[in-house]
């Protein structure tokens, strides 16, 4: 009965792992649901002003002169990336699929001899990186489901200080972009300069303009363009990356509910298999156990 003996040990192990990623599944639940929220309460407001600035395309050309937020560099040299990780594992690929996109981009960069520095949240991100001994300009640590405005506007206020003291030529984000409950994907955006984008979007804008129809209405600004750009800038800025770390942490615990849940219905298969083995066993043992006894008694008579 040795081995099955070890098998009743292991079914009380797999039971218990079982418990704890039920637990973990559960609270990821909660979180992504909370998270969900306020995601769609910081949308309303992202939305605004991002069309507010868009409806005042027909004068960034006359801004940029005057504003560092939309300084364009036709071949930028210093790039800063900011990449948006986890602090803890458990959720799948969620982390690998942001880190194999940063490392590509990275590579890109290097290869056309350019500078790249790094700006990095979660641990996930900063130990990646570590092992790749590439060095790491700053790290994000305190960023979790309890993650509030103030955070990301003193972020976005060193990156825009950054870029408008011609520290970057440009400033981009890779991080998880929540769509939907069902679909969540790594994405990179161009942060800086304002109204900048990467080849995709190109692609995407293109075919936009010749299917949508031109309008070519004319707006009267009071006080003068510039003036509204320069207030309005840095909001779309901060806006923009408080939204995106929102995303990414409800990327997180949602990619973590997916994995716990799968980890305890495997769980709950194993313990279903190893329970039909040890019953096998045990009924294999009490068999031979008799078929002695009985043997022993024949001998005996």
Wanted: glycine content about 6%; overall charge positive.
């Amino acid at each position: 009965m040795a081995g099955a003996k070890v098998l009743k040990k292991r079914i009380g192990a797999v039971k218990n792992t079982r418990k704890i990623t039920r637990t973990m599944e559960m609270v990821s639940t909660a979180k992504a649901k909370r998270m969900v929220d306020r995601v769609n309460a910081a949308r309303p407001y992202n939305e605004k002003i991002v069309e507010i600035m868009k409806s005042m395309e027909s004068v960034v050309g006359e801004g940029a002169g005057v504003l560092p937020l939309l300084r364009q560099v036709e071949h930028p040299h210093r790039v800063a990336l900011l990449v948006v990780t986890a602090n803890r594992g458990l959720c799948g690929g969620y982390n690998a699929s942001v880190l194999r996109m940063a490392r590509a981009r990275l590579v890109e960069y290097q290869k056309q001899g350019k500078e790249v520095q790094l700006f990095v949240i979660g641990k996930k991100g900063n130990s990646y990186f570590k092992f790749l001994k590439v060095p790491v300009k700053k790290v994000i640590t305190d960023v979790d489901d309890t993650f509030q405005y103030d955070q990301a506007k003193h972020l976005s206020d060193e990156l825009i200080s950054g870029f408008a003291g011609a520290h970057f030529d440009r400033v981009e984000v890779i991080s998880t972009v929540y769509y939907s409950s069902a679909l969540q994907k790594p994405r990179l955006d161009v942060l800086l300069p304002v109204g900048a984008h990467t080849e995709e979007d190109e692609a995407e804008l293109a075919k936009k303009k010749l299917t949508e129809p031109v309008n070519r209405a004319t707006f009267l600004f009071e006080p003068a363009p510039a003036f509204i750009l320069k207030r309005i800038l840095p909001h779309v800025i901060r806006a923009t990356v408080f939204r995106k770390i929102l995303e990414s942490v409800t990327s997180e615990q949602i990619a973590r509910r997916i994995a716990m849940k799968n980890a305890t219905d495997n769980a709950g298969s194993m313990t279903k298999s190893l329970t039909r083995i040890y019953n096998r066993k045990r009924q294999a043992g009490i068999t031979q156990e008799l078929a002695e006894i009985v043997s022993g008694a024949d001998a005996i008579g």
